[in-house]
C-alpha cells in the first residue's frame, strides 16, 4: 500500500501550486481522504477533506476559498489546488486515506511560499 505526494515546490505569495496523491494497491474511491500540512514547530493540520461516498469536501478556515481538494477515481489520485498562496501556506502537505481501521499516509511533499 502506498501513497505518493508531488507538485509540491517554491512558489511566490499569490502563486498557484497543485498537489497529487497517487495511490496504490488500494481503491480511493472507498477511502476518506485527506491533505494534511506540517510547518517547522507546528502541529499537524487538517487541510482538505473530501468523502468516499458523494465527494462531499470540507476544509480549514485557514485555507478555504483558495484551495480545492478533488479526486479522479479512474486516476487513484486525489488533488490538491493551491491557490492565492500565502506565507503561512509553508509546510510538508501529507496526504491521508481512512477507512476503517485502514488509516495510510503518504510521505510528504514540501510547499513554500516567499519571495
Known amino acids: 500500500v502506498q501513497l505518493v505526494e508531488s507538485g509540491g515546490g517554491l512558489v511566490q505569495p499569490g502563486g498557484s501550486l497543485r498537489l497529487s496523491c497517487a495511490a496504490s494497491?488500494?481503491?480511493?474511491?472507498?477511502?476518506?481522504m485527506r491533505w494534511y500540512r506540517q510547518a517547522p514547530g507546528k502541529e499537524r493540520e487538517l487541510v482538505a477533506t473530501?468523502?468516499?461516498?458523494?465527494?462531499?469536501?470540507n476544509y480549514a478556515d485557514s485555507v478555504k476559498g483558495r484551495f480545492t481538494i478533488s479526486r479522479v477515481n479512474a486516476k487513484n489520485t486525489v488533488y490538491l489546488q493551491m491557490n492565492s498562496l500565502k506565507p503561512e501556506d509553508t509546510a510538508v502537505y501529507f496526504c491521508?486515506?481512512?477507512?476503517?481501521?485502514?488509516?495510510?499516509w503518504g510521505q510528504g511533499t514540501q510547499v513554500t511560499v516567499s519571495s
Open positions: 494497491e488500494f481503491t480511493i474511491s472507498r477511502y476518506v
Open positions: 473530501i468523502a468516499s461516498v458523494g465527494d462531499g469536501t
Open positions: 491521508n486515506a481512512r477507512r476503517g481501521i485502514n488509516d495510510y
